[in-house]
């Protein structure tokens, strides 16, 4: 079982920057495709980015691209969400989320953190 904690969510202004962190408990986390994922109110869930076990791949959705990062440190059970140049409409809960191997789906789930942009 992986547990999945997220943090670094706040209020900031439009065109200012958040880093968003998910500690994961277990040790085959070095092994999952992590990612972000994204629900503002009244809206579905939606993805922002995801990232392979090694790093060598990411992926994003298009409304963030060059804008968002993620990244991770396998060492530390940890994934990253870099937010720059954000916009009212980043406005969401952003839950990270860990896939296994092989798998389809993601498996494990974070509570997420809110994310507020003010206009």
């Known amino acids: 079982q992986v547990q999945l904690v997220e943090s670094g969510g706040g209020l900031v202004q439009a065109g200012g920057s958040l880093r968003l962190s998910c500690v994961a408990s277990?040790?085959?986390?070095?092994?999952?495709?992590m990612g972000w994922f994204r629900q503002a109110r009244g809206k579905e869930r939606e993805f922002v980015a995801h990232?392979?076990?090694?790093?060598?791949?990411?992926y994003y959705a298009d409304s963030v691209k060059g804008r968002f990062t993620i990244s991770r440190n396998n060492a530390q059970n940890a994934v990253y969400l870099q937010m720059n140049s954000l916009k009212p409409e980043d406005t969401a809960v952003y839950h990270c989320?860990?896939?296994?191997?092989?798998?389809?789906?993601?498996?494990?789930w974070g509570q997420g953190t809110q994310v507020t942009v003010s206009s």
């Open positions: 989320a860990g896939r296994r191997m092989g798998g389809r789906d993601f498996d494990y």
């Open positions: 277990g040790r085959a986390f070095s092994s999952y495709t």
């Open positions: 990232i392979t076990w090694n790093g060598a791949s990411r």
